[in-house]
């Protein structure tokens, strides 16, 4: 009877170590059944006001773009963005919050005070992810001063939106330029034409 005892003791071990083992492996089964899934529905998702998330963010481009002969538009800029919109960039290693206000004001004492006659911003790459009245779309950008032979600058924005009842409007954009030290990688960039 003593012997049976250890026996019966491994036994149980022995089982529970199978169950275990059954368990952690179905749990893998489950997660990756669950992946492929999730990686599915992501190929076929459509954003639902993809076009309209598109047209606000060009238009907030449009805002501050002007061409050789034309004025800024300051006034029209907030117009495509909510009123408490804040505005961060990583230009340097810390990040700079402004308002809409503050931003107007520091876009132009820049046109000015580098006396730039032509500001050109346009996104080359866009991706949008919606859920109901929220939005995010990352759109890498090229920037042009007063000559469209030569890119001054290219980087990346994260523009968030909200549905408002006039529309999708932008709440907040952040981004940061490309360095030497950051390249913008190709995840993020247009496709190559063939």
Not at 56 to 63: C, G, P, S, T, W
Not at 99 to 113: A, C, H, M, P, R
Not at 126 to 150: M, P
Not at 163 to 172: L, N, R
Request: glycine letters at 4%.
């Amino acid at each position: 009877m003593t012997s049976q005892a250890p026996q019966r003791s491994v036994t149980m071990k022995n089982l529970f170590l199978c169950l275990a083992c059954a368990i952690a492996l179905s749990s893998c089964q489950t997660s990756t059944k669950s992946s492929v899934q999730d990686s599915s529905a992501m190929q076929t998702y459509k954003v639902p006001d993809d076009s309209a998330i598109k047209k606000a963010v060009n238009d907030a481009y449009a805002a501050i773009s002007f061409k050789q002969g034309e004025k800024p538009r300051y006034a029209e800029i907030p117009n495509y963005f909510t009123p408490q919109a804040q505005l961060i960039n990583f230009r340097t290693d810390t990040a700079q919050v402004t308002s809409i206000t503050q931003f107007v004001d520091l876009y132009k004492q820049f046109l000015e005070g580098n006396k730039v006659h032509m500001f050109y911003e346009e996104e080359i790459f866009g991706r949008t992810e919606q859920f109901g009245k929220i939005a995010n779309r990352i759109s890498t950008y090229t920037t042009y001063l007063n000559t469209r032979d030569s890119i001054a600058e290219r980087g990346v924005n994260s523009f968030q939106l909200i549905k408002t009842k006039a529309g999708w409007k932008v709440s907040s954009i952040i981004w940061d330029v490309e360095k030497p030290t950051l390249r913008i990688p190709a995840y993020y960039l247009p496709a190559p034409k063939k």
